[in-house]
């Protein structure tokens, strides 16, 4: 699976940018998908995680309630959007995939297989 991360860019604190992550294959709905990011001098961390039918989720607590992840299977596009975005939100932001069970939502970076090349997010404060 081949995967497009897209819809980065520089925004204020307090406002919002939806992320788009394009699949190249058909068995992408066979495929769990999960947001991480990784800002200078970090390790990658888990943002969000959606399972292959799109009925369950997972967040990081940094981002519960600000944060919502959907997907469209027939498009082959997974989505994050982003609301009420911190200045502590800066960093590249990764979409990734891997075929699961029904309601899986991995978490860790080393469960995933296949990966975007990741979008810029720049928050102003």
């Known amino acids: 699976v081949q995967l497009q991360a897209s819809g980065g860019g520089l925004v204020q604190a307090g406002g919002f940018l939806r992320l788009s992550c394009t699949a190249s294959e058909r068995t992408f709905s066979a495929n769990a998908v999960g947001w991480f990011r990784q800002s200078p001098g970090k390790e990658r961390e888990f943002v969000a995680s959606i399972s292959r039918s799109g009925t369950t989720t997972d967040y990081a607590d940094s981002v519960k309630g600000r944060f919502t992840m959907s997907r469209d299977n027939l498009r082959k596009v997974v989505y994050l959007q982003m609301n009420t975005l911190l200045p502590e939100d800066t960093a590249v932001y990764y979409c990734?995939?891997?075929?699961?069970?029904?309601?899986?939502?991995?978490?860790?970076?080393?469960?995933?297989?296949?990966w975007g090349q990741g979008t810029q997010v720049t928050v102003s404060s």
């Open positions: 990734a995939a891997v075929f699961t069970g029904w309601d899986m939502v991995p978490q860790r970076n080393m469960e995933y297989d296949y």
